[in-house]
């Protein structure tokens, strides 16, 4: 059975919410085909679009990667396989 990637929505500090695959060297972490989650379009927050993907209402701005400090990291969520065709 295939493992499925590892994809989070993480909060950063300054009210920052991305999405992609998550990976970490040392310190320093990264998403890849990653995504700043501009309207979440959710009824139940963060946890319900990390749960069920990308909503009608969510928009979501393309940013490939996203480089940041393990410390500006306020929260993460890990995300259901619903993200996988979003996050190729």
Not at 13 to 37: E, P, T, Y
Not at 44 to 66: F, S
Request: charged share 25%; net charge positive.
């Amino acid at each position: 059975m295939k493992k499925q990637k590892d994809i989070r929505i993480v909060v950063l500090q300054r009210g920052w919410v991305a999405a992609g695959v998550f990976s970490q060297d040392a310190a320093q972490c990264r998403l890849n085909n990653a995504f700043i989650v501009r309207q979440w379009g959710t009824t139940a927050g963060l946890g319900q679009l990390a749960k069920e993907g990308p909503l009608k209402e969510t928009i979501l701005d393309p940013a490939e990667e996203i480089k940041f400090h393990e410390l500006s990291v306020v929260c993460a969520f890990t995300c259901s396989d619903q993200w996988e065709a979003v996050c190729r």
